[in-house]
């Protein structure tokens, strides 16, 4: 790093293995490295974050999300009574994004209770 006076600090690299490179200057001056020793090192940083628990909470949340959008299926079911002739008329509607097979069955069984439990003209209960 080289300075100036009313210059902002400068610097550039200085290639050890190259010391040909027509970038080894610092200023006008040639730069050329003789000896170079490495030091092996280990650092070790011991911190203490108050904040982390918000980072775990919202790292469960994001696994909590991820179970619940790719291990559950989503389902809506939709009932609707309306006045008709004859008496109440019913419809159900549903819709599901997995298993769709076993939650048709279970619109059936919905039906044929309804119609077990709504209609008028059952059977007296034996006793």
Known sequence: MHFAEGKEPGGSW????RPDFHGNRL???KVKVLEVAQVPYTGL???RDPGAWVVWVGFSGVVVGLFLCFYTSHRKLWVHAAPG???TLITVAGRASKNETA???AVLALKKRLERDLNPKREPART
Not at 14 to 17: A, I, P, T, Y
């Open 27 to 29: 200023g006008v001056w």
């Open 103 to 105: 939650f048709e069955e």
């Open 45 to 47: 940083q011991v911190r």
């Open 14 to 17: 200085v290639l050890v293995k």
């Open 85 to 87: 002739k004859p008496g």
